[in-house]
């Protein structure tokens, strides 16, 4: 909190009071230093592709090799389906939101440690360098889905009405790595092998996630052991994923449970990431 008391010079001093430590973020406080955050989100944009000879295509790169790889491997050795949909266009689809949350969330985890230097010299509110973490990678998701028009047009694939609801899956997803990255970023400052989980952490992510083969699959191995459908929403990006491929493709709708699901999930990371990262910030100064 701020407030000003003024002199018989007409002078302004400007007091900092420690919020108590279970407050979440002051939402007018962010929106005050929104001009620190459009720096940082630029700032990271620029670093990730310093120097760099491919630059921004390797936003398309990533996602388009990591496809051929699937669609060999999984697509015609493995053959684990596609709902219908050509898996090329089936895993690329997927691949879109998943790489937006897997970068957020890698992003965010080491955004506090990274930012040690602009931590220990000004005030500001420390939410803003997770959240510009994250919102970076809406920049590699924008240049990547330039690569979604020539697919769906050799695929003869086109989206429905129900194109319009992406945009909110999108969001979903970035409320569910935004979340988990707070809690990633608290912990990585004060525990620093943290950081060795991160890996791992997104790679299991991936196999528990409907990226590689349908949501369909799960679902029957769910009815097998007697356990209902919402389960699968636990994980909040199976509702992204799936999602998306709903709105853009037309394959079958997942579960409105495994959507309630992943949606209350994806908020319950966040809001519990917020109170914990606004708890452990008052120590970021001294630990990073």
């Known amino acids: 909190m701020t407030g000003d008391a003024g002199g018989s ?4 001093v400007m007091v900092i009071q420690a919020s108590p430590a279970w407050a979440l973020s002051n939402p007018r406080e962010l929106w005050a230093y929104r001009e620190l955050l459009y720096f940082l989100v630029w700032r990271d944009i620029k670093v990730r592709y310093k120097q760099s000879v491919l630059g921004a295509a390797w936003a398309v790169l990533q996602p388009a090799m990591t496809m051929v790889v699937f669609t060999i491997f999984f697509g015609r050795l493995a053959q684990v389906g596609s ?10 689809v997927a691949l879109l939101p998943w790489t937006f949350f897997a970068q957020g969330l890698a992003g965010s ?41 020539p697919l769906m047009t050799y695929f003869h694939v086109w989206p429905g009405p129900t194109a319009l609801v992406a945009p909110l899956l999108l969001l979903m997803g970035f409320v569910a790595s935004l979340g988990a990255g707070l809690w990633l970023a608290a912990l990585n400052a004060s525990y620093r092998d943290v950081r060795h989980v991160f890996p791992f952490l997104i790679q299991m992510w991936l196999f528990v996630t409907p990226v590689i083969y349908p949501t ?19 994980n909040p990006m199976v509702g992204v994923v799936e999602g998306f491929r709903w709105s853009l493709l037309g ?32 120590s970021f100064a001294d630990v990073v």
Do not use: C, H
């Open 9 to 12: 010079s007409g002078d302004s």
């Open 83 to 92: 709902d219908g949909v050509p898996y090329p266009i089936f895993s690329f």
């Open 109 to 149: 985890a080491n955004s506090v440690v990274g930012s040690a230097n602009l931590i220990t010299k000004i005030y500001f509110p420390r939410l803003i360098i997770p959240v510009a973490a994250v919102a970076a990678g809406v920049v590699d998701l924008a240049i990547a889905s330039v690569l979604l028009l």
């Open 216 to 234: 369909s699959r799960v679902l029957a191995l769910l009815r097998q052991v007697g356990l209902p459908a919402w389960v699968l929403g636990l």
């Open 251 to 282: 394959t079958p709708a997942p579960p409105g449970g495994v959507m309630a699901a992943s949606a209350a999930v994806a908020l319950l990371l966040l809001v519990t990431g917020a109170a914990y990262f606004r708890r452990m910030e008052r």
